[in-house]
């Protein structure tokens, strides 16, 4: 292979995820579904939620009336997009599920594998 953009993308050295970096696809593998006599159909690849020992947790809140996953990752993270992370945090497939109760207690870490049992 002489084309050089190839063997830097095959090499991982060009970012060719098409979601952005708050994604939590960010880096899946896409992969295609073909059928004979058919356009390949993209898809992502199944993503699995890391296990709780690779985060670490640096604060816990205390759920409020009104508290929305989304403000919560916006006051915490910087970036309401990254909700998803605090609700892999905690194990939860419903992240609205995390907010719905006053006076639980959500778990907000760094992200997966920072300062955790791998970092």
Request: net charge negative; proline share 9%; no cysteine.
């Amino acid at each position: 292979m002489n084309d050089p953009l190839e063997q830097l993308r095959q090499a991982g050295a060009l970012n060719t995820s098409p979601y952005e970096q708050n994604s939590r696809y960010y880096g899946l593998p896409i992969a295609r579904y073909e059928q004979p006599g058919a356009a390949p159909i993209p898809y992502v690849r199944r993503r699995f939620i890391p296990p709780a020992e690779r985060y670490t947790e640096v604060e816990r809140h205390i759920v409020q009336q009104g508290d929305r996953i989304d403000r919560l990752a916006a006051h915490y993270l910087g970036d309401a997009e990254r909700y998803w992370q605090i609700a892999d945090a905690n194990a939860a497939l419903d992240p609205a599920a995390l907010t719905a109760t006053p006076g639980d207690e959500i778990s907000i870490t760094l992200p997966d594998g920072i300062g955790g049992a791998d970092g």
